[in-house]
């Protein structure tokens, strides 16, 4: 078992919807949570992140993770065509040895289209 | 503009063939690293480096080597590329912020024939 799986998709929606892309985890001791996108030809870019439980929003983009269900979520609001792009999910423990080291889902490829 | 650059973008080679793959930072992050991207397998993180002169395998190191003899700098050498090393490589940095925030290169493409 992978310690961070997530659904590949792809996922297609229409302009404006609300899309909903998760990653569920194993590692108990992960502690920081990102999101990454990933356009075509390009590296990942941090899009959002958060240290420990909670939520986190930035703008049209929400943040989520409950650690008692080992379970990271990331919602579009309004969704454009420019958010079409791969996520990826991405998790490591706090600091020491595994400083820098983030573990990361398969990324799911999502298509919004107008 | 803040960034990891990496050289060559694309490169087609042979199997046997030594090849380095550069990655240059201009952030002064201590922290450097190397990732594969493959279908269906995700980034993987190869070698990374705490600072200058201090490097450690990561999770598929075999194959490949690396040196961090500045800080800027973070080769990826393959000193006999096989097939199953064709792949999507990318370079990534990060400072010591807690965050373990990494700034991503724009990636290189290697196919091994």
């Known amino acids: 078992q992978k310690e961070v799986e997530q659904d590949p998709g792809p996922l297609s929606v229409p302009e404006g919807a609300i899309v909903s892309l998760n990653c569920t985890y194993s590692?108990?001791?992960?502690?920081?949570f990102m999101w990454y996108r990933q356009y075509s030809r390009k590296g990942p870019e941090l899009l959002m992140y958060t240290y420990s439980s909670g939520n986190k929003e930035d703008g049209r983009f929400t943040a989520q993770v409950d650690k008692s269900s080992k379970y990271i979520s990331l919602f579009i609001r309004d969704s454009q065509p420019s958010d079409s792009a791969t996520y990826l999910c991405?998790?490591?423990?706090?600091?020491?040895?595994?400083?820098?080291?983030?573990?990361f889902g398969q990324g799911t490829i999502l298509t919004v289209h107008p | 503009e803040a960034q990891v650059t990496q050289n060559p973008r694309y490169l087609i080679t042979v199997t046997g063939k030594k090849l380095t793959v550069t990655c240059s930072q201009n952030?002064?992050?201590?922290?450097m690293s190397w990732y594969r991207q493959d279908p269906g397998l995700g980034l993987r993180q190869i070698y990374y480096?705490?600072?200058?002169?201090?490097?450690d395998k990561g999770d598929v190191p075999e194959g490949y080597k690396v040196s961090r003899k500045e800080k800027r700098n973070f080769p990826l050498i393959l000193e006999s590329p096989s097939p199953n090393q064709t792949s999507l490589y990318f370079c990534?940095?990060?400072?010591?912020?807690?965050?373990?925030?990494?700034?991503f290169g724009a990636g290189s493409r290697l196919t091994v024939l």
């Open positions: 991405a998790m490591s423990p706090a600091g020491g040895t595994s400083y820098g080291k983030l573990t």
């Open positions: 952030m002064n992050h201590e922290y």
């Open positions: 590692n108990s001791a992960f502690q920081y």
């Open positions: 480096s705490m600072n200058v002169e201090v490097t």
């Open positions: 990534a940095s990060s400072s010591w912020s807690g965050a373990n925030v990494l700034t």
